[in-house]
């Protein structure tokens, strides 16, 4: 066994062992700190296939924001997972039924490539020689030639999320006072200055 095989195993074995304990562990911090335990490995796996665009891409997005996120989240939100969990039953089927899916899924994939490789061979692009072309530039050239409108599709979804997620959060308060610019810009002299007339001795 060589040193790359055992790399392999080692990174595959920790990933697949931390995403057991993402689903099982019963303290959510501590599955979330699973979970970055398993983007680590899925990088290590990434750069043991030579595409060390996407491991530092894996680990930049996904640890240094996504995974961080999560992890303040759970815990400065006073959540009760005892009262979630009770209802845990209630969805039950329902993610017993995307589960089989996804299964499905996979098997269909995988089974395919099994049965007929011709049919991976027919929809996989030829990979450059790493002398000839980085990955970063290869996966560049497929990504805004071949599947330029998904990537497009993919940034409208992102947009519109974000989008969302301001107007969800977004509550507008009647004791506070706040700056009404085109108001301030539609301003006139005569709106905007009153000439009073003050008697000598007499205040405004």
Known sequence: ???????????????VASAF???WAK?????????ILVFFNAAGLFLLLGAEFLAMILLVVYVGAVAVLFLFVVMMLDI???ELRAGVLEYAPIGGLIGIILAAELIVVIGGSVISPEIAKSVAMPIPAL??????AALGDVLYTNYVYFFQIAGL???VAMIGAIVLTLRHRTNIKRQNIPRQVART????????????GQGV
């Open 157 to 159: 979804v992102l947009l």
């Open 1 to 15: 066994m060589g040193l790359q095989a055992l790399f392999f195993y080692l990174f595959a074995f920790v990933a």
């Open 131 to 136: 002398t000839e072309r980085t990955n970063t």
């Open 189 to 200: 002299p005569a709106t905007a200055v009153e000439v009073v007339s003050v008697k000598p």
């Open 80 to 82: 009760d997972f005892t």
């Open 27 to 35: 303290n959510p911090v501590h599955s979330v700190l699973f979970l």
């Open 21 to 23: 304990m993402v689903i």
